[in-house]
């Protein structure tokens, strides 16, 4: 397993440790205190008060559990004795809440998304972890409990419209609570308030320049004398990945397999292959499995065993590549010459699967079905990126030699197209419950003077550090191609007032709600073709201005199984802004660049609608499923 230990020694490191109770945002933690130049590390809650002695602090991260739930993770209570900086956010405020005396009961309004709090600068001494915050900002909530009575000790330092306890502190103790989310790109003044605990800490250093040399020392102690067999989808992560296995391992002991899904963007295979050519990379294979992409995904509906499906046939075109190129030979577990497989997985593909111990399965990534985690189990996998994020994997990327442009290209899913092609064998339908739903019903009363529609469809999504599976409703307005500030608000309101809802889009091509003609629909060539299509023209139209493309970090488009009429389909644009995966805004795009995109993408035959998703993550993943 590659640690996150690259830039000290590993004896006994001084740092902040962060520890997981499941928390979707509990490597983002790590990551934002290694950016500090401070060492981080990632441990289990239970890990015993006496082997964290050593530690320059602790963080307690958030879950998806509530605390007074049986069965959900604890840490040991000695850890807050220790006489060490200790701070808790979300479910590890409620933990250290609760062994402290105070008490947590479930909130009468979960917030998620942004919220402002309020400052009480009367109680806050200098050495706070609000020094130089104003007196209201906005922070990121993600919950559903609340600390309705400190602990002893503890004073109140911040409050909210939802939670009167957002932040408290007992500063003699060096213990510090923070309902809201601080790692997020959206809390303002979130990395000073982490920066103000960490300058609590006396850590020991580290630098992103060590990346390269720390990654490749474990590569190798990892690989020994074995070889490694690479799958490529010329996405960032992977071309990182295979370019470093090449440059520690060399060419020889590294054979790279790029396999053509049919579900790839338009043209990528042909580009893929010029730019590895133009690193001097000549060690990858090209295997046209199409077909048999889409004979095992024939009559799959459900997202996780389409995700299952596509993660199995890889490995079966892997093996029997394999077996072809004579890779295979000598197999067995004293073979001197033994391949093992390699990958470019990251850190947000194994935290959505659930990857750490108590965190809530968002989504089960390709790189991560059963066959491929029982390999890694096995030692079976190198994954020298697993533990860092699309930003970090970018530096090394850079230091590597790699091309500017291939480096910061949008981040294309492993699965393709097959992820942004929503099946279903039957319409969804929903009514929206009056009493949980207000905000509808104010909609459709001409308070909003929008009109909306549930649609027949779901898709994933994230609130609270728990999945969601649930329905996206649309808005219908006069002039649909300008987004005003009233749809971004109910993009925000709407999932926070019902748990049914998980998005909000905006129709771009209908100012008044149509009857939506559901088609029952699996992956096919001819649906992958029209996904491929829009996709095309989305990225075409966002390259035409060179700082915008910049400024979005991912585009999915994703294509649905209804329309206007029998066989129809629609397209939801979803460009998003974001550093790391773990939490995403949706980008605002010029009217001008969405008329463009809107008017070509209803010219592909087959397309009769086209959305746009306005939803953050949380409420909603960036992808659909």
């Not at 510090?176 to 809390?187: K, R």
């Not at 809530?360 to 029982?374: G, M, P, S």
């Not at 998003?576 to 795009?589: K, P």
Request: aromatic share 8%; proline share 6%.
């Amino acid at each position: 397993m590659f640690s996150l230990r690259y830039a000290v020694p590993m004896e006994h490191p001084r740092g902040v440790v962060i520890l997981d109770f499941g928390g979707q945002y509990a490597h983002l933690i790590a990551s934002r205190v290694r950016r500090m130049g401070a060492y981080a590390e990632i441990l289990p809650p239970e890990t015993p008060a006496a082997e964290l002695k050593h530690a320059a602090g602790i963080i307690l991260s958030g879950g998806p559990q509530s605390v007074y739930e049986k069965g959900s993770p604890q840490a040991d209570p000695a850890i807050l004795s220790l006489g060490i900086p200790v701070l808790g956010l979300c479910y590890g405020l409620h933990w250290m809440t609760r062994q402290l005396g105070g008490e947590v009961k479930r909130g009468k309004v979960k917030e998620y998304g942004k919220t402002k709090i309020q400052i009480l600068k009367s109680k806050l001494k200098k050495t706070g972890l609000f020094a130089g915050c104003p007196k209201e900002f906005i922070v990121w909530m993600s919950h559903g409990d609340e600390a309705v009575k400190l602990p002893e000790g503890f004073i109140q330092t911040a409050t909210s419209g939802a939670c009167a306890n957002a932040a408290f502190e007992d500063p003699e103790r060096k213990l510090f609570a923070l309902q809201f989310h601080p790692e997020v790109t959206h809390t303002e003044y979130g990395n000073d308030i982490l920066r103000s605990f960490v300058d609590l800490c006396d850590t020991s250093p580290w630098s992103v320049t060590q990346y390269r040399e720390r990654i490749s020392e474990e590569i190798g102690q990892q690989v020994g004398d074995k070889n490694v067999f690479m799958l490529v989808s010329g996405g960032v992560d992977s071309t990182v990945a295979f370019t470093l296995l090449n440059r520690v391992l060399g060419a020889d002991r590294v054979r790279g397999l790029l396999v053509n899904t049919g579900l790839m963007r338009k043209d990528e295979i042909p580009q893929i292959q010029g730019a590895l050519r133009g690193l001097g990379v000549t060690n990858l294979h090209v295997e046209d499995a199409s077909a048999e992409f889409f004979s095992n995904l024939k009559e799959v509906y459900d997202p996780e065993e389409k995700r299952n499906v596509i993660g199995r046939t890889f490995l079966e075109v892997q093996k029997r590549v394999a077996a072809e190129m004579g890779l295979s030979k000598n197999q067995g577990p004293r073979a001197k010459n033994q391949w093992l497989l390699g990958q470019g997985t990251i850190y947000p593909d194994t935290i959505e699967t659930g990857g750490t111990k108590h965190a809530d399965r968002i989504k089960t990534h390709h790189n991560r079905v059963e066959a491929v985690q029982q390999m890694v189990e096995q030692g079976l996998v190198v994954e020298p990126l697993k533990d860092l994020y699309k930003d970090e994997v970018r530096q090394l990327g850079e230091e590597l030699g790699l091309p500017h442009d291939l480096v910061w290209r949008h981040p294309f899913p492993g699965p393709g197209l097959g992820v942004r092609i929503l099946c279903a064998d039957r319409e969804e339908k929903f009514q929206i419950p009056d009493s949980r739903f207000q905000l509808v019903q104010n909609l459709e009363s001409g308070i909003w003077n929008l009109e909306s529609a549930v649609l027949p469809v779901r898709s994933v999504g994230v609130q609270g550090d728990s999945r969601t599976y649930q329905h996206a409703v649309a808005l219908f307005k006069s002039d649909p191609l300008h987004i005003s500030e009233d749809c971004w608000t109910l993009a925000t309101s709407v999932p926070n007032a019902s748990p049914d809802i998980n998005r909000v889009l905006l129709c771009l091509s209908q100012a008044e709600v149509p009857t939506f003609a559901f088609t029952p629909g699996y992956i096919t060539p001819e649906r992958a073709e029209l996904a491929r299509a829009a996709d095309a023209i989305a990225d075409e139209e966002l390259r035409r201005d060179e700082a915008l493309y910049r400024r979005v970090w991912q585009f999915p488009v994703v294509l649905l199984p209804f329309g206007l009429k029998k066989g129809g389909q629609s397209i939801v644009l979803r460009p998003i802004e974001s550093v790391d995966a773990m939490t995403a805004n949706a980008a605002h795009l010029p009217s001008a660049v969405l008329q463009r995109m809107t008017e070509r993408i209803l010219a592909i035959d087959g397309i009769d609608l086209v959305f746009f998703d306005l939803t953050s993550k949380p409420p909603a993943t960036i992808e659909w499923e």
